[in-house]
């Protein structure tokens, strides 16, 4: 056996020993004994394989996999522009707390700076996004060399789920690969390959921390931003304090939650607020930033890992946990209930009677329902999510740097883990920069997965913003608005996707409920000269309650 196969057979050995169940290959020649070790780790069903051509939505579609699984997920790419190309994969995960193990193949150190094909830098490309870069050694038949990569690899994928800091993200393995690169009959190794007889090579164990106490008094009310849980949910509950939950927290459920807390945060009741107990990483809308940023506002951020949401540098303490030592006994939760209740009609006459983007989302939180998976793009779609009174508890975004990159991939990849029927709910610009993670090859798995497109030809999301006051009319179209007139259509036939466009409520609501099976697209298209129009009318009719 050659050093790079044996490299390759006990990494990918260790990486199942420590926890991974999924991986991502995106081909290439360096990286050969790595992806014959994967193959044949799939074929004998210890893990499951997938193979894309886009290094980009490789790492976007590992994203998906692990928010899915919960499990850590290795990509492998080969050397040169290829290890670039998962930067924004990268960075998401780092924002996100997501444990991406990133295994790069590469030329050995003594190729380098000398002009070899496909060679460059790659050491620490990746800056301070990643929570650990290992170089492994140059493979080569000598003694000691399975302790140093099994360690290694245990060390990487610790570090990844923050088993010891509490501060989970990417990593990088740098492996320097020398030919052959194909298996040869060289040979019994000069060690037995073999791991521990039951798991990894070093078990890691997490340390402890202490919940903090909070006792009701102060006029409390509970953020959960994304990735927040249901720890959010229950301290809203045992509190008896309202909880302003974002769709991808995993908490907008339960008799706490205030669906319209983005426009009640406009009115005079908002002004009352004394205390917030803030959960995840809200990124969603001002009014939160605003009462986050508030002087008068006690801010509390509770964060199980080792970085905490303090954008408004407010925060008076970060905990770890907190138990709620009381419930608050005035009507507090009462009228925030009260307010929301008459808030709500007072929006579904406002989104009555067309297609539009919150209409759009709350139908599609209806019909998936609370035992749902909904992956959903950043910028107007998770917004109009905000607004829907039913939020699939199941609801995944990329909300580490809430770009829209990757959003397909991301969805694919979740909706691979989910394994059942799954929605995806997107604008049309995060559609086109992803539309690359609906080419899959006849031999990979493919999920059921339902792509909802809200196509309003551009931008959207600027036409609620600054720039697309009538001051900056001039050039928003071009610079912002950036229409594309691309047929979506055609663009799902290129890759034999089904494809459908409704227009009308009554036609959405059918083809939502028809049986997911496979990728299908559905389209569906709304004007957006309306935009800011539509969300002055909903902060006009809330106002006015």
């Not at 194909?182 to 390959?193: I, M």
């Not at 699939?392 to 691979?416: C, E, K, M, Q, Y």
Request: charged share 20%; glycine share 8%.
């Amino acid at each position: 056996m050659n050093p790079s196969t044996a490299f390759a057979t006990v990494v990918v050995d260790e990486l199942i020993r420590s926890g991974v169940r999924e991986a991502v290959l995106a081909p290439g020649s360096r990286s050969t004994p790595l992806a014959l070790a994967l193959a044949a780790a799939d074929r004998d069903g210890r893990l499951r394989l997938h193979v894309r051509i886009d290094e980009r939505t490789a790492g976007f579609l590992a994203l998906g996999l692990i928010r899915g699984t919960g499990l850590p997920v290795p990509v492998v790419t080969t050397s040169g522009t290829a290890v670039a190309n998962l930067y924004p994969a990268v960075l998401e995960a780092s924002h996100s707390g997501l444990p991406l193990i990133v295994l790069s193949a590469d030329r050995p150190p003594e190729l380098r700076g000398t002009g070899a094909n496909q060679t460059t830098d790659q050491l620490k490309i990746f800056g301070d996004a990643v929570r650990l870069f290992h170089e492994l050694g140059t493979p080569t038949k000598q003694l000691g060399q399975v302790a140093y990569w099994r360690s290694q690899i245990a060390r990487a994928v610790s570090t990844a789920v923050g088993a010891r800091t509490a501060d989970p993200g990417p990593v990088q393995l740098n492996c320097p690969l020398v030919e052959p690169l194909v298996p040869t009959d060289d040979g019994d190794w000069s060690e037995p390959l073999d791991g521990r007889t039951t798991g990894p090579w070093t078990s890691v164990h997490a340390t402890a921390a202490q919940p903090s106490a909070v006792a009701p008094g102060p006029k409390t009310v509970v953020v959960a931003g994304d990735g927040a849980s249901q720890a959010a949910r229950l301290a809203a509950e045992a509190g008896n304090w309202p909880l302003f939950a974002e769709p991808s927290s995993r908490s907008r459920t339960g008799p706490a939650v205030i669906s319209a807390y983005r426009l009640l945060l406009t009115t005079t009741i908002a002004d009352e607020i004394e205390r917030v107990l803030v959960f995840g990483h809200p990124t969603l809308s001002r009014p939160i930033s605003k009462l986050l940023a508030r002087p008068d506002v006690e801010v509390i951020v509770v964060s199980p890992t080792g970085l905490w949401p303090d954008a408004g540098r407010r925060a008076a303490a970060v905990v770890t946990g907190l138990e709620v030592i009381g419930s608050d006994t005035t009507d507090w939760l009462d009228r925030w209930l009260q307010a929301d209740q008459q808030a709500r009609p007072a929006i579904d006459k406002v989104l009555a009677g067309s297609l539009n983007g919150p209409a759009v989302a709350a139908l599609m939180g209806e019909v998936i329902g609370a035992d749902g998976m909904l992956i959903v793009a950043s910028s107007n779609p998770v917004r109009d999510l905000d607004l829907a009174p039913v939020v699939p508890i199941r609801t995944v975004a990329n909300r580490g740097l809430a770009g829209i990159d990757g959003t397909i991939s991301t969805a694919i990849g979740a909706a691979l883990a989910n394994a059942g029927p799954t929605y995806a709910l997107v604008g049309d610009l995060a559609f086109l920069h992803d539309a690359n993670g609906l080419v899959i090859g006849p031999a990979e798995p493919r999920p059921d997965l339902r792509i909802v497109v809200v196509n309003d030809n551009g931008g959207g999301i600027f036409s609620t913003l600054e720039q697309g006051g009538t001051d900056h009319a001039t050039h928003f179209e071009r610079v912002f608005g950036t229409p594309h007139n691309v047929n979506l259509a055609a663009l799902a036939a290129a890759t034999n996707t089904p494809y459908k466009l409704v227009e009308t409520t009554d036609a959405l609501r059918d083809a939502l409920t028809q049986t997911v099976a496979g990728i299908d697209i559905i389209e569906v298209r709304v004007d957006r000269s309306t935009h800011r129009n539509l969300q002055a009318e909903l902060r006009a009719a809330v106002s006015q309650l």
